[in-house]
């Protein structure tokens, strides 16, 4: 069956989607950005793919976050991307922030993960090659590497702007003494550090607690959060069992093990908290991350459109009372 040529909706910027800018830059971003970790790989539909990306556009998501080894396969979220790219996205990729990262293991041998010139600069050039791209709008080194001298890896990051395979760049994971010296190193050549990318939920508060957030907005550095709802635990999805469709029945980095007593207890009191608010689990933990300006955006996984749909109701309401607040800290802290 031929493709119907992707038109995509005129009023996209008129949806209501709002944008926030990253730190001191710049870039706009929405404060809704897809992420392609699961469910764009090449155990995929690609059709599903395709609908994911194709409404996310639509509904004014222009940032899309990708990594090299993103699938399963590896490598296979950026062909599937790279094809949506041919496809439909070539005639708005301006209008596209598209992300890739490097640092965790990518292919065999010694020069396939974490944060060598070798490694980002040769697994940059594969995954524009996988996007169809001739450049990206940010390239992440994807965690800290302890093996490695940071100052190699932060010169290759200004290499790569120099080099026009990334206009900014970006740093995923760092511990805070790490990230203070990236900023600095960074900032010292003229490359300002556009963002941080780090796991920040209801469940998992490091960034606040260890200062992260805080350290990025003295910077002048976005913060955009990953996993935001737990990989799907903060979602109406395992309220009632381990639907066969989930990312737990899959058996990935979601394991059963995370769904303990405590934590369905967890999840079952923050829905009601939820309902209370009108809106759903997932829409309100991510409104609650929302909450904050020192979050420009949050990556948000999704395995369908209705999934996106529900998370888009999100940024309707991102405005808590200190009793829901204190309700919500309440139920995170029971045991
Ligand atoms: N920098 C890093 O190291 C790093 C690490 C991890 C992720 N990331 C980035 O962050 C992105 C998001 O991570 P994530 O996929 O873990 O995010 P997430 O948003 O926490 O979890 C996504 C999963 O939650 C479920 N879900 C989403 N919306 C739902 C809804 N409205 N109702 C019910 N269930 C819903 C789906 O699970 P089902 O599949 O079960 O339907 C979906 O696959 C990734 O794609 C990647 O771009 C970065």
């Known amino acids: 069956m031929i493709n119907p040529i992707y038109s995509p909706d005129s009023s996209r910027y008129d949806n209501g989607m709002k944008y926030r800018r990253c730190g001191r830059s710049g870039i706009l971003l929405p404060e809704i950005s897809l992420g392609l970790w699961h469910n764009f790989g090449d155990?995929?539909?690609?059709?599903?793919?395709?609908?994911?990306?194709?409404?996310?556009?639509?509904?004014?998501?222009?940032?899309?976050?990708?990594?090299?080894?993103?699938g399963p396969s590896y490598g296979s979220a950026e062909e599937t991307f790279g094809m949506i790219m041919k496809k439909s996205f070539m005639p708005y990729r301006d209008?596209?922030?598209?992300?890739?990262?490097?640092?965790?293991?990518?292919?065999?041998?010694?020069?396939?993960?974490?944060?060598?010139?070798?490694?980002?600069?040769?697994?940059?050039?594969?995954?524009l090659r996988r996007m169809n791209?001739?450049?990206?709008?940010?390239?992440?080194?994807?965690?800290?590497?302890?093996?490695?001298?940071?100052?190699?890896?932060?010169?290759?990051?200004?290499?790569?702007?120099?080099?026009?395979?990334?206009?900014?760049?970006?740093?995923?994971?760092?511990?805070?003494?790490?990230?203070?010296f990236a900023y600095r190193y960074l900032a010292e050549r003229d490359v300002h550090c556009l963002l941080y990318q780090g796991r920040y939920n209801i469940f998992n508060r490091e960034?606040?607690?260890?200062?992260?957030?805080?350290?990025?907005?003295?910077?002048?550095?976005?913060?955009?959060?990953?996993?935001?709802?737990?990989?799907?635990?903060?979602?109406?999805?395992?309220?009632?069992g381990i639907p066969d469709d989930s990312r737990i029945a899959k058996g990935g980095f979601l394991k059963k093990e995370a769904l303990t007593d405590e934590t369905l207890k967890k999840i079952k009191a923050l829905n009601e908290v939820a309902t209370q608010r009108g809106q759903t689990l997932a829409e309100m933990a991510l409104a609650w991350l929302l909450k904050d300006d020192?979050?420009?955006?949050?990556?948000?996984?999704?395995?369908?459109?209705?999934q996106l749909d529900d998370n888009l109701q999100s940024i309707k309401n991102?405005?808590?009372?200190?009793?829901?607040l204190e309700k919500i800290n309440q139920i995170d802290s029971l045991k």
């Not at 004014?60 to 990708?66: A, Q, R």
């Not at 511990?175 to 203070?180: D, G, Q, V």
């Not at 420009?296 to 369908?304: D, E, L």
């Open 294 to 306: 020192m979050v420009t955006s949050v990556i948000i996984g999704a395995s369908s459109v209705a």
């Open 43 to 70: 155990v995929n539909t690609f059709a599903n793919s395709q609908a994911m990306a194709h409404h996310a556009f639509d509904k004014g998501i222009t940032h899309f976050d990708l990594a090299n080894n993103y």
């Open 133 to 180: 791209l001739d450049y990206v709008d940010i390239f992440y080194s994807h965690r800290y590497d302890p093996d490695t001298p940071l100052e190699e890896t932060l010169q290759t990051l200004v290499d790569i702007v120099r080099q026009g395979k990334a206009l900014y760049v970006g740093i995923s994971k760092y511990p805070k003494a790490a990230a203070e």
């Open 318 to 324: 991102t405005k808590f009372t200190a009793e829901e």
């Open 207 to 240: 960034p606040e607690e260890e200062g992260i957030l805080q350290q990025a907005k003295e910077n002048g550095t976005g913060f955009i959060a990953f996993s935001p709802l737990a990989q799907g635990l903060l979602t109406n999805r395992y309220l009632n």
């Open 95 to 127: 209008e596209l922030f598209i992300s890739t990262k490097a640092g965790h293991d990518m292919w065999p041998g010694p020069y396939g993960e974490w944060g060598s010139r070798k490694y980002l600069m040769t697994s940059l050039n594969q995954s």
